[in-house]
């Protein structure tokens, strides 16, 4: 299964995260397509959302965290397209404050019921708090997921 990590790219910590979960990611056997490897800044910004697209296309699964008051607008619009396209979208949250609609879901409802699968991972709960703690939740839900297309292809 090919994943395409999606996440913010845009501090250190971010990037060290996302480094870390495509590590144990691909330590489980999963082909990982992480987006700030592959997106010199000295490529223009077309260049940049040229890659990124290719990513998604070329991969089976979006995997987004949704951390944050609000989700990563670029990770939102990654989920979207990849929704379009009839890809599977599966949506992480490991940070624990209270977000969302109404009380109903953890963060934007188009996000949360565009997703195929939702994992909660919070720090203040989870029993193994770690990015690998995170990786075995995730791989656990990818293989609960049937990989098939729940959406029509795009006409």
Same mark, same amino acid.
Request: charged share 25%; glycine share 10%.
């Given at each position: 299964?090919?994943?395409?990590?999606?996440?913010?790219?845009?501090?250190?910590?971010?990037?060290?995260?996302?480094?870390?979960?495509?590590?144990?990611?691909?330590?489980?056997?999963?082909?990982?397509?992480?987006?700030?490897?592959?997106?010199?800044? +000295?490529? &223009?910004?077309?260049?940049?959302?040229?890659?990124?697209?290719?990513?998604? /296309?070329? @991969?089976?699964?979006? !995997? #987004?965290?949704?951390?944050?008051?609000?989700?990563?607008?670029?990770?939102?619009?990654?989920?979207?397209?990849?929704?379009?396209?009839?890809?599977?979208?599966?949506?992480?949250?490991?940070?624990?404050?209270?977000?969302?609609?109404?009380?109903?879901?953890?963060?934007?409802?188009?996000?949360? +019921?565009? &997703?195929?699968?939702?994992?909660?991972?919070?720090?203040?709960?989870?029993? /193994?708090? @770690?990015?690998?703690? !995170? #990786?075995?939740?995730?791989?656990?839900?990818?293989?609960?997921?049937?990989?098939?297309?729940?959406?029509?292809?795009?006409?």
């Amino acid at each position: 299964m090919k994943i395409y990590l999606a996440g913010s790219l845009f501090t250190l910590a971010e990037r060290l995260f996302n480094t870390q979960l495509a590590a144990e990611l691909r330590r489980k056997g999963f082909g990982v397509w992480l987006p700030q490897d592959h997106e010199p800044r +000295e490529f &223009s910004t077309g260049a940049i959302f040229t890659m990124d697209v290719s990513g998604i /296309n070329h @991969s089976d699964i979006v !995997l #987004a965290c949704m951390d944050g008051a609000d989700p990563d607008s670029g990770t939102a619009w990654e989920c979207g397209y990849a929704y379009a396209k009839g890809k599977m979208v599966v949506c992480y949250r490991t940070d624990f404050r209270g977000v969302g609609e109404a009380g109903q879901c953890e963060y934007n409802i188009m996000l949360w +019921e565009g &997703s195929d699968h939702r994992v909660k991972y919070s720090c203040l709960i989870a029993e /193994n708090n @770690s990015i690998e703690g !995170l #990786a075995d939740a995730l791989e656990k839900a990818l293989k609960e997921t049937n990989h098939h297309s729940l959406y029509p292809q795009p006409v």
